[in-house]
């Protein structure tokens, strides 16, 4: 179906990476956590968490992706901040990326760009109800297995 790793195998992906604010000039250093799970019926279940440095508590994604073509696929994502979101995904022979629209309060992207050595450099970018913005970038690569 596609040359990615991401999302479409199951495993665990480890991760690091800043996160700037738009009201300020100061960043947060994070690391993260993916678990791929692949469900029945062809969707896939991700377990995502993300550990700001500094903060003593994480935060937890849920997101489902379904209808997966050779070009996209649809994905869902919920948390206790925002509840449940719909957006779309594209795939590429070297991105994959999704959006979210049309959620009052909530609207961002994820893209996730392939390294020749199978990881991949991430940039997102968030937009709360107040405007202001949260800009991620990052760096995802595959956990060994022991």
Request: aromatic share 10%; charged share 25%; with cysteine.
């Amino acid at each position: 179906m596609s040359g990615h790793d991401f999302i479409f195998t199951t495993g665990e992906w480890l991760g690091k990476g800043q996160v700037a604010f738009s009201a300020s000039e100061d960043t947060i250093r994070f690391n993260t956590l993916w678990q791929v799970v692949k469900a029945d019926g062809g969707d896939i279940s991700l377990h995502h968490e993300v550990e700001l440095v500094g903060v003593p508590e994480k935060v937890v994604n849920e997101l489902e992706v379904s209808s997966v073509t050779s070009s996209g696929f649809a994905i869902c994502l919920s948390n206790d901040m925002i509840d449940k979101v719909h957006g779309k995904g594209i795939i590429e022979d070297r991105r994959i990326a999704w959006e979210f629209r049309g959620k009052p309060g909530f609207e961002g992207f994820e893209i996730y760009n392939l390294c020749d050595d199978g990881s991949y450099e991430v940039h997102a970018e968030y937009l709360s109800s107040d405007q202001f913005r949260t800009i991620i970038d990052g760096h995802i690569w595959k956990r060994k297995k022991q």
